[in-house]
């Protein structure tokens, strides 16, 4: 059992390419601008698109694994190591809140996790588990998890969720320069607006909403943000930063919900 601290915040990121692990824009420099404003967690638990199982798992690595999941990118990413402690005790903390959950070993940090990781945290001192999204769950029930794991906030655990709340490869355009589509731009701002009005059983039933399906065609770029709108509590306030859709269907937008 971990120590009772301050309420931690939790944070959803929009994580975009995976070079934005090793490049210096507008959104690392924010992320980095973020990370001086938090408090220095125990430990960090991250949910990240790139994790899907059968089942939920969390990583059981003493020490964690880089995971380069992704093609056709510089060599210099794929030389980049993240390898900070694991920590057992907070999974088995995690499988006391969830108990269907599994601890695995097979997996690590994938580009979700440790490219936002190392611009925000470089010295890879802070115990990292990662959270599998289980195929067998509906998107309630992925939301029910972030409720579930409510009491970490208060334990030292900062969760962070990375994403992107639009992700259609389908639409988009390979230039920095490409505006948003119409409907992507639309979808962003409505989103937005059912998050600051806490419309979360909306937001779950995402499919049903005008462009849901246009806007994330798979759903596992969404679901990280039902995890931390599950987390969020009352005295909450919604902080949103990179709030930008790139390559006409990426959504950057990203948030911190803290008291």
Not at 10 to 28: D, K
Not at 61 to 85: A, M, S, V, W
Request: proline share 6%; with cysteine; hydrophobic share 40%.
């Amino acid at each position: 059992m971990f120590q009772t601290v301050l309420t931690l915040p939790v944070i959803f990121f929009g994580h975009g390419s995976p070079m934005n692990g090793i490049e210096i824009n507008a959104f690392t420099l924010k992320w980095k601008e973020l990370a001086k404003t938090l408090p220095k967690p125990n430990s960090i638990l991250a949910v990240s698109a790139h994790w899907e199982t059968d089942g939920v798992k969390v990583t059981g690595n003493k020490i964690q694994k880089t995971i380069h999941d992704f093609g056709g990118f510089p060599k210099k990413l794929y030389e980049q190591q993240y390898t900070p402690p694991g920590n057992l005790k907070l999974c088995e903390r995690i499988l006391q809140l969830i108990p269907d959950a599994k601890i695995d070993n097979s997996w690590g940090l994938d580009h979700g996790s440790w490219t936002i990781l190392q611009q925000i945290y470089p010295d890879q001192d802070i115990p990292v588990i990662q959270l599998s999204l289980s195929t067998r769950l509906s998107e309630q029930e992925h939301y029910n998890i972030g409720k579930k794991l409510a009491p970490l906030r208060k334990e030292g655990v900062l969760i962070i969720g990375s994403g992107n709340i639009i992700h259609s490869f389908k639409e988009m355009e390979w230039t920095d320069t490409a505006k948003p589509r119409p409907w992507a731009a639309q979808f962003n701002l409505q989103v937005k607006d059912m998050i600051l009005k806490k419309e979360h059983d909306k937001l779950i039933n995402y499919k049903k909403l005008e462009h849901g399906l246009r806007a994330s065609p798979t759903p596992e770029h969404y679901l990280p943000l039902l995890y931390i709108l599950g987390l969020q509590e009352s005295a909450d306030k919604v902080t949103f930063f990179n709030d930008e859709v790139v390559m006409a269907s990426f959504s950057m937008t990203s948030l911190i919900l803290s008291s």
